[in-house]
């Protein structure tokens, strides 16, 4: 069966640091990922998505990057974290819309 | 620029109520739209509808499509405590990687 990992659960890091949220996928190949970010008040708002190896797309501007170094990886980075940045952050796969899963999400706190 | 927009944004009611929420949409190229409940973390997913499935039913609750008015709505019959969370409405943007734009979700709290 299909899983997805994602870590760490929770992350508290000061102003101008870096961050790195991985995220990974078992269980098939090729999948679509993404990043969502889930800011309180704002719904759900997707953030990357990439649809293979190397291939990422942006859907707004922003302090992050993402990466996908691997068919099953997915990787979330800033070079300095804003407080802007804080959120609850989750990765999700998908191969059609009803296999779209999500992980169990990151809660990021920028002070 | 593609719009989900939910209603309302916040719910309170007594176990054993029904409740009904709604989500309307804007987006170009519609595909399907679906519905999400949030607990403590990750959504799980509870339907999806499509122009060839626009009702779905399991147990209390079912959601209805409409191609139409470019709207949706859950129902939640006989609520329990353990239905209370954050309701997700979202629907595919555009074809190919399978986007979906979510709305700012219905927060439903059940009280005994």
């Known amino acids: 069966s299909q899983t997805i990992h994602q870590w760490p659960a929770t992350l508290v890091q000061p102003v101008g640091s870096p961050l790195s949220l991985e995220c990974t996928v078992e269980?098939?190949?090729?999948?679509?990922l993404y990043w969502y970010r889930q800011a309180a008040g704002r719904g759900l708002q997707l953030l990357f998505y990439?649809?293979?190896?190397?291939?990422i797309s942006s859907e707004v501007p922003q302090n992050l990057s993402a990466s996908r170094p691997q068919d099953r990886q997915f990787i979330l980075s800033s070079k300095k974290l804003l407080l802007s940045d804080s959120g609850f952050y989750l990765c999700?796969?998908?191969?059609?819309?009803?296999?779209?899963?999500f992980g169990s999400g990151t809660r990021l706190t920028v002070v | 620029e593609d719009k989900v927009v939910q209603s309302p944004l916040s719910l309170v009611v007594h176990e054993g109520d029904t409740v009904t929420l709604n989500c309307s949409y804007e987006?170009?190229?519609?595909?399907?739209l679906l519905w999400y409940k949030q607990e403590k973390k990750a959504p799980t997913f509870l339907f999806m509808l499509?122009?060839?499935?626009i009702e779905k039913k399991s147990g209390r609750l079912s959601s209805i499509l409409d191609k139409k008015e470019l709207s949706s709505i859950l129902n939640i019959t006989a609520t329990q405590t353990g239905d209370s969370a954050i309701y997700l409405c979202?629907?595919?943007?555009?074809?190919?990687?399978?986007?979906?734009?979510f709305g700012k979700g219905t927060k439903l709290t059940v009280n005994p």
């Open positions: 987006v170009t190229n519609f595909r399907s």
């Open positions: 979202a629907v595919e943007a555009k074809g190919g990687s399978e986007k979906l734009v």
């Open positions: 999700a796969w998908s191969l059609g819309l009803w296999g779209y899963t």
């Open positions: 499509t122009s060839s499935g």
């Open positions: 269980g098939t190949s090729n999948p679509n």
């Open positions: 990439s649809v293979g190896i190397g291939q």
